[in-house]
């Protein structure tokens, strides 16, 4: 039974670039959030989807955006990179058979490094 | 808003014996989840325990248990028998259920145990 899975595994950017993050949610789960965790600190939320609306933002800048896929799949895109973005990014789904709404089950991030 | 406060950054342990590790939330809402999440050097961020706010009998899951109290809005996990592969970072964290569900992480606290 697969996982949520995330692509790529690391990821190295410049100042200035741009970056989009994948995000498969564990089949059923019709909800994905993205977390931003800081080397050392707890994961930060960043958006929820639900049904391909967003449900949820946190407190991150215009240059973070998110969508989601009639296949329930995400995609978190990051403009204008800055240093502090440098981040492991954490994709979680939910809202299905397997855990239904009790517990949301993640992936294994995606490490962004920001040269 | 929601808050989440992990007070002690790194708690040790020897083998076999037993660890508590302490939180402590804020919320205005009566409804609501609490969980413990482990972090393994692998970065897969692996579900503990959960708690629902309305439930007084707190959570046990094998070797880990919560002391849950509500009033106090304390939220600690009790991991008893420790193993050499407890070693991670532990994250408590606060969230809702449901379509606009949303996880409110505190710090983490890094437990080491000795063989």
């Known amino acids: 039974d697969a996982g949520v899975t995330q692509s790529p595994t690391h990821l190295i950017k410049t100042r200035g670039q741009q970056v989009t993050l994948r995000c498969s949610p564990i089949?059923?789960?019709?909800?994905v959030s993205w977390y931003q965790q800081v080397l050392g600190q707890g994961p930060q939320f960043i958006f929820q989807?639900?049904?391909?609306?967003?449900?949820g933002r946190g407190n991150f800048p215009d240059r973070f955006s998110a969508r989601q896929f009639p296949n329930y799949s995400s995609e978190l895109n990051v403009n204008a990179l800055l240093l502090g973005d440098s981040a492991l990014y954490l994709c979680?789904?939910?809202?299905?058979?397997?855990?239904?709404?009790?517990?949301?089950?993640f992936g294994p991030g995606t490490r962004l490094t920001v040269l | 808003a929601q808050t989440v406060t992990q007070s002690q950054p790194e708690m040790s342990v020897q083998e076999a014996e037993t660890v508590t590790l302490s939180c402590t939330y804020d919320?205005?809402?009566?409804?609501?989840?609490l969980f413990w999440y482990k972090q393994p050097p692998s970065r897969q961020m692996i579900l503990v325990i959960r708690?629902?706010?309305?439930?007084?009998q707190n959570a046990t899951e094998n070797r880990f248990s919560v002391n849950f109290q509500k009033a106090a809005k304390s939220f600690s996990l009790k991991i008893s028998d420790s193993q050499l592969g407890d070693a991670a970072m532990y994250f408590c964290?606060?969230?809702?259920?449901?379509?606009?569900?949303?996880?409110?992480f505190g710090k983490g606290i890094t437990l080491s145990v000795r063989p």
């Open positions: 964290a606060y969230g809702y259920t449901g379509a606009n569900s949303k996880l409110t």
């Open positions: 989807y639900y049904e391909k609306e967003e449900r």
């Open positions: 919320t205005s809402e009566s409804d609501y989840y």
């Open positions: 089949s059923g789960h019709k909800s």
């Open positions: 979680a789904s939910s809202g299905g058979q397997r855990g239904g709404w009790n517990e949301q089950f």
């Open positions: 708690q629902e706010a309305y439930k007084q």
